[in-house]
């Protein structure tokens, strides 16, 4: 009998000492596998309820992956502008380092279906919509395995449910509201997010397509990324009303921290819940910030200080903070960190010596697939009168 009475004791104390290490391990700095964070509160701009959710969780996984895609585009961009400033990379190129939680953090909330279109500043975008960073890097460079065979250059990269890429300040807008309208008339669920910047915000063309979309609640999700400068102008000298979330006037609207990935997430989750629902257009604006000047033709120096952009990067960084959150919450372990480090840093590598070894087009398939449908035309019209030139189809066009 005290034989039993001890097994049955010894038994109950096993179950009570796992319970406790459960309940205690959830606490414990490399155990959890789901941490809930505070985001600063969200600017309500026409939101009847209370917005986005200020408490927010995320899983390891998640984490992970949301490290890797920022820190995939920060190598990126960086290989970008050091080939640049080598020549291989010529004409234009946008870069979006400092950027990188606005675009991961959207993608993360996106879901198949949804659409996608962009300014100029859209390699990060691209890769985050399917294509590889070689693919990016070989376009950028203007070789036959580019995402668009070289033939489009930095500002014109596509991808699946991916439009671009767009070179003229603001007119992706407009283009954004038809791809919205389109899920709309074929009964599809999607939404259309159209990114423009704070530089784009006092077009008309986006005040037009605010009236639009919102007489027909097209699901569209209008997303303002003020980083502060349009070109070499701060957004205060540009904007009487720099409330750009605001600024849709009958279209609701929601301020978001754009350097904090989660905040973002949350927002986007918010914003496609509410297009999609059927209940018109809506605007975000994400206060975000760019290491790089406006273009790699400006220093980005001359209108702010030094001081002003290492502040940013010491204290706001998307990529940096968001590791030190994760890591002390203890969600992921440094290890886990380096490894991806390491993984990202191989790949760009290996990405930079294709883009630097790969062979451009022949002069002959500069006129081909200027058609994506028409297989029956074989010649197109020249500058030159009766000197028609070659057309063939030899890619399959994205999207269509």
Not at 352 to 359: E, G, L, R, T
Not at 369 to 384: A, P, Q, S
Request: aromatic fraction near 8%; proline fraction near 3%.
């Amino acid at each position: 009998m005290l034989r039993k009475c001890l097994v049955l004791h010894n038994k109950n104390l096993f179950n009570s000492l796992k319970v406790t290490s459960a309940v205690s391990n959830k606490n414990v700095k490399n155990f959890s596998s789901e941490v809930e964070f505070e985001v600063k509160d969200f600017k309500l701009h026409r939101i009847e309820d209370n917005g986005p959710a200020t408490k927010v969780s995320v899983n390891k996984d998640d984490a992970l992956k949301f490290y890797r895609q920022m820190l995939a585009i920060r190598r990126l961009e960086s290989a970008s502008g050091s080939m640049y400033k080598e020549k291989a990379i010529r004409g234009f190129c946008h870069l979006y380092s400092g950027q990188e939680a606005c675009a991961v953090g959207m993608k993360a909330a996106l879901r198949p279906g949804d659409d996608v279109i962009t300014a100029y500043r859209c390699h990060g975008w691209t890769y985050l919509m399917g294509a590889s960073i070689a693919g990016i890097l070989c376009e950028l460079t203007g070789h036959i395995e580019g995402v668009a065979r070289g033939k489009g250059g930095s500002m014109h990269l596509y991808a699946p449910n991916f439009y671009g890429g767009n070179g003229i300040v603001g007119a992706q807008v407009p283009l954004g509201a038809g791809l919205a309208f389109a899920q709309k008339y074929r009964g599809k669920n999607g939404v259309c997010v159209a990114l423009y910047g704070d530089g784009a915000a006092n077009q008309g063309q986006i005040f037009e397509v605010f009236n639009m979309t919102k007489l027909w609640n097209t699901p569209v999700i209008y997303v303002c990324e003020n980083n502060g400068y349009g070109m070499g102008t701060s957004a205060e000298r540009a904007s009487a009303n720099t409330d750009y979330y605001t600024r849709g006037d009958f279209v609701p609207g929601i301020w978001v921290d754009g350097m904090d990935i989660l905040a973002v997430r949350e927002a986007t989750r918010y914003t496609v819940d509410y297009a999609s629902s059927g209940k018109g257009p809506i605007l975000m604006e994400m206060a975000t910030y760019r290491y790089s000047g406006h273009s790699m033709s400006d220093p980005g120096t001359s209108y702010r200080s030094r001081d002003e952009i290492q502040e940013v990067r010491q204290k706001r960084d998307p990529i940096t903070s968001f590791k030190e959150k994760v890591i002390t919450a203890g969600l992921v372990t440094e290890a886990e960190i380096k490894t991806i480090d390491s993984e990202i840093k191989k790949e760009v590598d290996e990405a930079i010596k294709k883009a630097k070894s790969d062979p451009g087009i022949n002069v002959e398939e500069l006129t081909w697939d200027i058609y994506c449908k028409d297989d029956n035309l074989k010649l197109v019209r020249n500058v030159v009168p009766h000197t028609e030139l070659p057309h063939k189809r030899f890619n399959k066009a994205q999207n269509v």
